[in-house]
């Protein structure tokens, strides 16, 4: 059976690249710190020698919109490109072509059916930044296959904290299955506390600073219970009108399980918390 | 009122660039041509005839009025990117990184304690 070998939660920041990469004069002061906070987060999954890699993204009204709208979503295709004209125009992301596993892909939206979630699938799907960002931060080289699988953070009305968990768990379960012996690393991005497109956007920190310390500190414990307990769409719109996007670290915590993480790191940047999660599974932690 | 349709607006406008480029030219002219031959299309062969767009959607796409679409319910990823799109380099050159968001921000201070209007369609 494939192996889980770590298990990656993070905020995805489109900018990140423009940020560390422009002319040393232009770059925003805590450039340098961000990048080498970046790199000792790679080194998270670098060492774990990952074959693929499970990929938890969510379309931002790029290849998906309001006429056909997924809560969930795999690609079953052999490559992916990625990076549509509108995040070149605004973040200065690149194009990308990511290699696919058909194979795994099927396998997991079988299994995944078969445990009760009802999946869409694509078999021609343009990848966002969702999911390239963390190409770019955590995998840089891009030699990977990946399965990506899409979430609805973005279109009300969306799926409970609770059934993000349980799909995270179901995740792990098609993950741990798989008839491969294959090492697997399952990457996810979202949100803490964060505002687009209304009255707390851009601040000197994120809206919601106090939500985004008991997040780092309910991830960092693998307290699901508490994170059931306290977070609705209600709380998340109050945190934020893009909050939701912390569903996808509730998600990565259910393919993680409810334990503790083996590396925590974050950082206050202009109008967003970053925060860094991985988790190794326990039973080969020894 | 059709916040669906708005919203079809802001997405196949934004992620086009001609499309983009007309809207900035001339924003009345570029609206009703929209209206009449982009926005109907269900797909390159098949027209839909279920939207419109009100009086006051038109207007405030014609006039790239953020704040009414954001209390219209336009999605809030839509209404920034679009006119980040317009607006962002301008702004850039004349007042400084992120200058056009805070103005966007600083517009909507009156829904700050309050529910924001919904954007479910
Ligand atoms: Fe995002």
Redesign the pocket.
């Known amino acids: 059976m494939a192996q889980l070998v770590a298990t990656l939660a993070s905020t ?1 920041h ?1 900018f990140y690249l423009k940020a560390t990469t422009m002319p040393p004069e232009q770059q925003m002061p805590q450039a340098p710190k961000w990048k080498r906070k970046i790199e000792a987060y790679r080194e998270t999954l670098a060492r774990t020698k990952p074959d693929i890699l499970v990929m938890i993204g ?1 379309d ?1 009204f790029h290849q998906i919109f309001l006429d056909n709208c997924p809560q969930f979503l795999i690609g079953k295709a052999p490559r992916y490109d990625a990076t549509f004209y509108n995040e070149e125009r605004e973040f200065g992301i690149p194009k990308y072509v990511l290699e696919g596993d058909e194979e795994m892909s099927r396998f997991m939206h079988q299994h995944l059916m078969d445990q009760n979630f009802d999946f869409a699938f694509s078999n021609e799907l343009k990848i966002d ?2 999911i390239i960002c963390p190409i770019i931060t955590v995998r840089p080289q891009n030699d990977l296959p990946v399965v990506p699988i899409y979430t609805n953070i973005f279109a009300p009305p969306l799926h409970s904290p609770k059934r993000f968990y349980e799909l995270g768990r179901a995740i792990r379960k098609a993950i741990d299955d798989f008839p491969s012996d294959k090492r697997v690393a399952a990457i996810g991005t979202g ?1 803490l506390s964060l505002e687009l497109g209304g009255p707390r956007q851009f601040m000197e920190t994120g809206p919601d600073p106090d939500f985004d310390r008991q997040a780092i500190e309910w991830l960092r414990a693998g307290d699901i219970d508490s994170i059931l307990a306290n977070v609705n769409h209600e709380t998340m719109a109050k945190s934020g009108n ?1 909050t939701h ?1 912390f569903l996808n670290f509730i998600l990565m915590l259910g393919v993680a399980g409810p334990e503790g993480a083996d590396y925590v790191d974050n950082l206050d940047l202009f109008h967003t918390m970053e925060a860094y999660f991985t988790w190794y599974p326990k039973e080969q932690a020894a | 009122m059709s916040k669906y349709y708005v919203n079809k607006f802001l997405f196949t406008v934004d992620r086009d660039p001609d499309y983009l480029k007309r809207y900035i030219e001339d924003p009345k002219s570029f609206v009703a041509t929209w209206e009449q031959s982009i926005g109907p299309k269900l797909n390159d062969a098949e027209r839909s005839t279920v939207h419109s767009l009100t009086d006051a959607e038109r207007q405030a796409l014609i006039d790239h009025d953020y704040v009414a679409l954001f209390e219209m319910g336009a999605h809030f990823f839509l209404n920034l990117t679009m006119y980040i799109g317009i607006y962002d380099e301008p702004y850039l050159a004349k007042s400084g990184p992120l200058s056009f968001q805070r103005e966007f921000a600083a517009k909507l201070q009156h829904w700050r304690d309050k529910d924001y209007p919904s954007v479910e369609t």
């Open positions: 995805h489109p969510s931002h930044h969702s949100h893009a996007g």
